[in-house]
């Protein structure tokens, strides 16, 4: 199984959300994910799941970590509660890492993805938001320490777009073709 995770985090201090918040809106960048994760298998927290249009995205099926055995999903037959993380370890598609920060660290510690897709957002945070910020500096340091970016810098609308993959690893090709694609073509 390849595990890719794909954030977009804040330049200058990681972070990735302001309480259950997004604090940005750039539309490319959510088309850009839709690209890279449509038809696909995804896993993301209790929280991220919830902050999801009408708790759903079309076309994937989407593994949910919580710890409330009891959780409700809003499509039984495309998304599923996943109560023990070690139940995705083996798992056998290309399983896309969407959060939030507790997923990330856990996956980044334990369970290293083979590929991280870095979009990083260059402009400002919306200072309306309250909340505490959400950063995912951790995972910054680990990428930085333990993968290798293997493609250019990809601009769009203020969002600089990497790939990286682990080191001394082999990761399927067609994965990594499949993400430069919909990375590059908007």
């Given at each position: 199984?390849?595990?890719?995770?794909?954030?977009?985090?804040?330049?200058?201090?990681?972070?990735?959300?302001?309480?259950?918040?997004?604090?940005?809106?750039?539309?490319s960048?959510?088309?850009?994910?839709?690209?890279?994760?449509?038809?696909?298998?995804?896993?993301?927290?209790?929280?991220?799941?919830?902050?999801?249009?009408n708790?759903?995205?079309?076309?994937?099926?989407?593994?949910?970590?919580?710890f409330?055995?009891?959780?409700?999903?809003?499509?039984?037959?495309?998304?599923?509660?996943?109560?023990?993380?070690k139940?995705?370890?083996?798992?056998?598609?290309?399983?896309?890492?969407?959060?939030?920060?507790?997923?990330?660290?856990?996956?980044?510690?334990?369970?290293?993805?083979?590929?991280?897709?870095?979009?990083?957002?260059?402009?400002?945070?919306?200072?309306?938001?309250?909340?505490?910020?959400?950063?995912?500096?951790?995972?910054?340091?680990?990428?930085?320490?333990?993968?290798?970016?293997?493609?250019?810098?990809?601009?769009?609308d203020?969002?600089?777009?990497?790939?990286?993959?682990?080191?001394?690893?082999?990761?399927?090709?067609?994965?990594?073709?499949?993400?430069?694609?919909?990375?590059?073509?908007?």
């Amino acid at each position: 199984m390849t595990k890719i995770a794909i954030w977009c985090r804040h330049k200058d201090d990681n972070i990735i959300g302001i309480g259950p918040n997004i604090p940005w809106h750039i539309s490319s960048d959510f088309k850009r994910f839709r690209r890279i994760t449509e038809n696909a298998c995804i896993t993301c927290g209790q929280t991220t799941y919830e902050s999801f249009p009408n708790r759903t995205l079309p076309n994937r099926k989407i593994y949910v970590l919580t710890f409330d055995e009891n959780y409700e999903v809003s499509d039984k037959k495309n998304h599923f509660v996943v109560n023990n993380a070690k139940a995705l370890k083996e798992f056998e598609e290309p399983l896309y890492i969407c959060g939030g920060a507790s997923i990330y660290k856990m996956f980044m510690q334990k369970m290293a993805p083979d590929i991280i897709v870095d979009s990083c957002f260059m402009g400002d945070i919306s200072s309306e938001l309250k909340g505490s910020p959400v950063d995912i500096g951790e995972c910054i340091e680990l990428m930085k320490k333990n993968y290798k970016q293997i493609s250019p810098d990809y601009e769009e609308d203020n969002v600089i777009t990497t790939i990286w993959v682990k080191k001394g690893e082999f990761v399927p090709q067609e994965v990594l073709k499949h993400i430069s694609i919909s990375i590059i073509n908007h």
